[in-house]
DNA sequence: TTATGCATCTTTGTATGCAATTGACAGCTC
DNA sequence: GAGCTGTCAATTGCATACAAAGATGCATAA
């Protein structure tokens, strides 16, 4: 599964500044796909994650095609890129859906999410390279300041570069795609979690225990502070699973 | 990522015995998909698999629409999904090749295989239920019996529901698929691993370690156990890529 | 009134033709 | 002779037409 091209990207060690702003972020080794099926997939994949498109709505080929100008034919090949990417689920001769999946298999999504994390919290404590703890830490101060802003939409974005910065730390790619994968998956379903503000300092108090322990290179506590993370989090969608069945 | 209808499966917990022999293992709960895109999928993904189109095989649209008597159409959606997979890397307009991933890259899946393994491993120490247990203590001890009769085909068959079996244990179906897919997507680059006899007896003891850790409901140990395993797999791997450059 | 079967209709699956992009090769210039 | 440029062939990308499979709704019978 390649992820290269997901709607979250997973920042790298390099320099920080881009010189020049582009459409779509295109930075990764493997070329560009200007194709129309890449750019409905990429299109199509963020409406999902972003919550324009709710789990359970038709994708209706037809409709798409209309929508974005272009013929059925890259519709369905953006629409089966998504199938196997886990956010679409379709059957045969009876059409795509926003994937729903059940209470149990979200509940497998975030055991397994907390389980990854933890893993690149982990294996980051090991192996960061010093300029990226730097970097980890910088991010993790800004999330400090939002913290008290109390601007949940930004608070979403940093905290996104924060973990991403995390996954990346793990200096092992695949393990990185499979943990952001997870992470997009579970997106849709976890939209409104920073609506609740006090929700924002108990956030960053609880990266703060996993910064602490990359810091000091603490494997097994920068492994359990995430995975502890990850389940506090679990636990706030849970009640909004249940006030919105 | 749905891996539902990847070439291997992990075995549910439900009876064994299957009352009627089929083409392909079509048990899920979603229903089958008998489109020849489908089809073509499950065909290449198990010639890849199978090592009979090598790393590196160029897959021409057209030569496979003529090989399976279809137009060109399905063939590109079956493609499109094994890039999704991974099994499978494209640029546009430049066609498609069997993934031929760097060996840095492999040596990161490998590193994945054995946290994945060994989080499988632990959670199954701590959650499989008896009957489970004592039927993968049944695939153990046939696996035994096997490093004796020195058959290197059918150890590997029984190997991989040894450790199908262990995904399953984890009871969670996310982290068995993800487990899975990275152990199909490296299949390709270890074919030629039980060649070496001697690797029959050696993996059986190896895995002896991670059955009584999970029949003890030791979690850390069955975890140190399947990654130690892993990683002596990877180990045997280095030795193949080497003189097989 | 309700259930069942048939007809039709909508939607997806497949085939095919054309357009666009790429990589190579030949010919030209320096 | 080396390097560049323009043209060409091959292959993929896209559009459209047609076929097939579910879904829907109505009619009819129990």
Redesign the interface.
Known sequence: ??LDDLPTRIPQAGPESEPVVRRVDRASP??????R??ELRLQLADEIVRGVLAPGSGLDETDIARRFSVSR?PV??AL??L????LV?S??HRGAVVAQPSIE?LT??F??MA?LEA?CAGLAAERMPAAERQKLEAIHEELRVLSYAGNPERFHEVNERFHNAIYAGSQ????AE?TL??RVRVQPFRRAQFRNLGRLAKSHAEHDRVVVAIMRGDKAGAAAAMRAHIELVRGEYELYAVSHP
């Open positions: 599964m390649s493997q070329a560009d796909k200007v194709t099926a890449e034919t369905r090949e089966r890129q199938v196997a990417s886990g689920e059957r045969a298999r497998e999504m055991e397994a389980e893993l092992n790619g695949y393990i499979m994968a997870t």
